[in-house]
């Protein structure tokens, strides 16, 4: 079984900065793509930002120039980098990934649970 998990959520006044990581865990031969999707109450679920293998990173404009996406390899983990956050950024935020299984070699498409993100004003 292949999981994802979210942590890093939390409540931050206007201004603030925040980082999310995303962990992969479970039986991973590869991980071809993540991606971070957000949703607030009574929105539909949007893609902040998405990376693939060999192709550019793309973030959702709302987002370019103050949050950040990087990875650890090594450590099959995802982070979003949240700075200058605005009240319009609380959502739930998901961590998202196209996963080669191990054991039948699948490309599987995994969600995590989703971590609360809470901007004050």
């Known amino acids: 079984q292949v999981q994802l998990l979210e942590s890093g959520g939390g409540l931050v006044q206007a201004g603030g900065s925040l980082r999310l990581s995303c962990v992969a865990s479970g039986s991973i031969f590869s991980i071809y793509a993540m991606a971070w999707y957000r949703q607030a109450p009574g929105k539909q679920r949007e893609l902040v930002v998405s990376w693939r293998t060999g192709a550019s990173t793309n973030y959702a404009d709302s987002v370019r120039g103050r949050f950040t996406i990087s990875r650890d390899i090594a450590k099959n983990t995802v982070y979003l980098q949240m700075n200058s956050l605005k009240p319009e950024d609380t959502a739930v935020y998901y961590c998202?990934?196209?996963?080669?299984?191990?054991?039948?070699?699948?490309?599987?498409?995994?969600w995590g649970q989703g971590t609360q993100v809470t901007v004050s004003s």
């Open positions: 998202n990934a196209d996963i080669v299984r191990s054991d039948d070699r699948f490309l599987v498409n995994y």
